[in-house]
């Protein structure tokens, strides 16, 4: 299995830095490889989502089931998609009025040699990049100082 954990800290407030995660169906917007997503089911705090990738000639989709503890986490699990595991979870710690501490941790394993040799490099790829990416995009909603 796979790891990525990733920890930054930024000027945006958890409430700010969860809104954005939690917003699936704008990533196609500011996620340069996201061609689709959506929001497929929204009920009490569980959110059914799909994003569909496109980069470097590869295209595939996933569905992930949301636990979304508002402001301070979001666990990810996977229902559909080119894997045979998929968790995650992103975390937002209070940083005072100085913004928050967000922990992106991802695990998964994909369903076959095959898959992992096509999709593998592109998903890496991504999956390191992509707080980077909410940053960019938090920075440019909310300005680069705590709002």
């Not at 061609?35 to 799909?50: D, F, M, Q, W, Y």
């Not at 666990?75 to 080119?82: N, R, S």
Request: hydrophobic letters at 40%; glycine letters at 4%.
């Amino acid at each position: 299995m796979l790891n990525i954990k990733k920890t930054v800290i930024v000027p945006h407030t958890p409430e700010q830095m969860f809104n954005l995660v939690d917003d699936v169906d704008n990533y196609k917007t500011y996620l340069p490889w996201c061609t689709k997503s959506e929001a497929i089911k929204r009920e009490n705090n569980i959110l059914i989502g799909a994003v569909y990738l496109e980069y470097l000639k590869v295209k595939t989709h996933w569905v992930t089931r949301n636990i979304n503890n508002p402001f301070s986490k979001i666990e990810m699990k996977l229902l559909d998609g080119p894997f045979k595991e998929l968790i995650g979870e992103w975390d937002f710690i209070p940083l005072g009025n100085n913004g928050c501490k967000i922990i992106f941790d991802l695990h998964y394993k994909f369903a076959n040699p095959i898959l992992e040799k096509i999709i593998g490099p592109v998903f890496s790829y991504i999956s390191k990049n992509i707080v980077d990416c909410f940053i960019k995009e938090a920075n440019k909603k909310y300005g680069k100082n705590h709002s």
